[in-house]
């Protein structure tokens, strides 16, 4: 919780520019949120700065990659990651932490094996393994990388992690 307060003090200034910005770019509303699974299969509310278009039903389509559906504002926050600011929340509120596996909708996980389903023993993260070792690529297909973190959790590794995802971030590599 502590990572989600001061995650929280460190971005807040930039939550308005960006606020301002989705808001100018496309309408709808600044935040989109998502049910998502979390430690023990807890299902738990998700947020992001919101960076697509609305479908006729008022909520956020499918995202897919550069299809068209992304605002321009919403691909330079996919780019620099800030549209994962708002997740601070949700370590704030003790739902995920700053390192962990990413949560994961109920949708997918649903349909885990046993073994897979190892990654819901602890709480997701805003960054993990599979992130700084292949960010671009689906969630699903990093499953073996979530057990990895499992299987060695330590400080050393989670401190590992964040550096490298401070270094990803900064250099765009691997974003959408």
């Not at 919780?1 to 807040?12: D, E, K, P, R, S």
């Not at 994961?104 to 393994?129: A, E, H, I, M, N």
Request: aromatic share 12%; charged share 20%.
């Amino acid at each position: 919780m502590a990572g989600g307060l001061v995650g929280l003090g460190i971005t807040a200034i930039v939550f308005i520019p960006i606020a301002i910005a989705i808001k100018l770019n496309s309408p709808g509303p600044i935040v989109f949120s998502q049910d998502r699974v979390g430690k023990n299969d807890s299902i738990f509310r998700f947020y992001k700065f919101r960076t697509m278009y609305l479908n006729s039903d008022e909520h956020p389509v499918k995202p897919v990659p550069e299809d068209g559906r992304v605002t321009p504002v919403g691909r330079f926050l996919r780019r620099t990651s800030l549209d994962e600011l708002p997740q601070f929340l949700n370590v704030l509120h003790g739902e995920m932490s700053l390192v962990g596996p990413r949560p994961d909708l109920w949708v997918f996980s649903s349909q885990y094996k046993d073994w897979q389903r190892r990654r819901f023993l602890v709480k997701p993260g805003l960054t993990g393994w599979w992130q700084v070792n292949g960010r671009k690529q689906p969630m699903s297909e990093h499953i073996d990388e979530d057990i990895y973190y499992l299987e060695n959790f330590s400080l050393w590794l989670d401190m590992k992690i964040l550096i490298r995802t401070l270094g990803a971030v900064l250099s765009g590599k691997g974003a959408i």
